[in-house]
């Protein structure tokens, strides 16, 4: 113990409450109404925008999205991800990101948490050190009846608004929800990743959310701070209305965040389309390898003159040409100062993903 490197210890949080307790004690506050409506509007934007995109560019989407949510997500003090760093390090070794994605497909789906981490907490129980003492994470022995009662409130809230008699705003029920998963799985690193598409695949199960990745668990860990003290705050004085403003101001958020971001990526692909169509000079292959390669840019927008060659299937001198003619046209730039190996941005998103 005392050889351990002090710091903030991950599982700093709280007992759950018993969500059906909570059903009646919910008021629709002035605020609360304000963000829901804005909410609502958003994603009917972002549903209008999905039905523009081909099922290509929403995976695009998503694969990104997913990065950006796992980099912000990273629990570990020794792991301070940056953009190009996290991009080009997954680019070399997609399948560290496809890891990840695996996770968090079984994560997504609430019922497989009571068989992946049921187990885990028994074992984990004599490991957990250095917690302060006015936080009490629920025992790891308690963790697979606590999920069984969540499971059953999720459930039969399901099948209520399925009937269209639901008790509750739906998107009020996911904070609730949100709040349950984040102190039943405490002793798990990317928690709030987890938990995060947990509710999001839950609002998509209620039809509430486009199949379209938002990046909630980043606004989240961004203000982890107030995320704390909130759920403090709930614990303590059962005070769900504070709570449940900050949830709706951080899905409000990243569902504006969602918005910007496809309504971005998909104007830099046509742009970037259009000015390699009138391009001059330029042979009929040598474009349709550049509308190719295009299409690699929207997934991974950091990249060397290799994976050019190995994506296109090209020499390493026809794939600098082509990087040099993308160069010409201002949608792609070195970003480093190498003379081998060099990295390259593809600007337009790379600009986006760094505003988000």
């Not at 903030?8 to 018993?18: A, D, G, H, L, R």
């Not at 409130?153 to 349950?180: C, W």
């Not at 969602?258 to 309504?263: H, L, Q, R, S, T």
């Not at 971005?264 to 550049?290: A, E, G, T």
């Amino acid at each position: 113990m005392n050889g351990q490197k002090k710091g903030k210890p991950y599982c700093e949080c709280f007992v759950p409450i018993s969500i059906d307790k909570w059903f009646e004690r919910i008021h629709i506050k002035p605020e609360m109404n304000v963000l829901l409506q804005q909410i609502y509007r958003d994603i009917g934007r972002l549903e209008g925008l999905n039905t523009l995109l081909n099922c290509e560019e929403v995976e695009n989407i998503n694969r990104l999205i997913g990065r950006i949510n796992v980099m912000h997500c990273q629990t570990d003090e020794d792991q301070s991800l940056g953009v190009m760093h996290f991009f080009s390090g997954v680019y070399e070794d997609e399948s560290v990101m496809e890891a990840y994605r695996s996770q968090i497909v079984l994560c997504s789906d609430i019922n497989a948490l009571r068989f992946q981490h049921r187990e885990k907490f028994i074992i984990l129980q004599n490991t957990i050190w250095a917690l302060r003492k006015e936080f009490h994470p629920v025992s790891p022995e308690r963790i697979g009846d606590c999920i069984d009662e969540l499971l059953v409130a999720a459930s039969k809230y399901t099948n209520s608004f399925r009937r269209h008699n639901e008790v509750m705003d739906p998107i009020l029920f996911s904070g609730l929800l949100f709040y349950q998963l984040l102190t039943l799985a405490p002793y798990e690193k990317n928690n709030i990743l987890y938990s995060a598409c947990a509710v999001e695949k839950y609002m998509q199960k209620l039809q509430m959310l486009p199949e379209v990745t938002i990046p909630f668990a980043k606004f989240i860990q961004d203000n982890i701070n107030e995320c704390d003290d909130r759920m403090a705050g709930t614990r303590q004085a059962c005070n769900m209305d504070q709570w449940l403003l900050f949830y709706l101001d951080i899905l409000d958020k990243a569902l504006n965040a969602a918005c910007g971001f496809v309504e971005v990526q998909h104007r830099c692909m046509i742009k970037s389309m259009n000015v390699v169509n009138k391009l001059k000079n330029i042979s009929v292959n040598m474009k349709d390898r550049m509308y190719k390669e295009l299409g690699l840019m929207q997934q991974m927008p950091l990249f060397r003159i290799e994976d050019v060659m190995n994506h296109c299937g090209i020499t390493h001198s026809t794939a600098a040409k082509m990087v040099n003619i993308f160069i010409g046209m201002k949608i792609v730039k070195q970003v480093d100062d190498k003379q081998r190996y060099c990295v390259y941005e593809y600007s337009p998103l790379m600009e986006c993903i760094r505003k988000m």
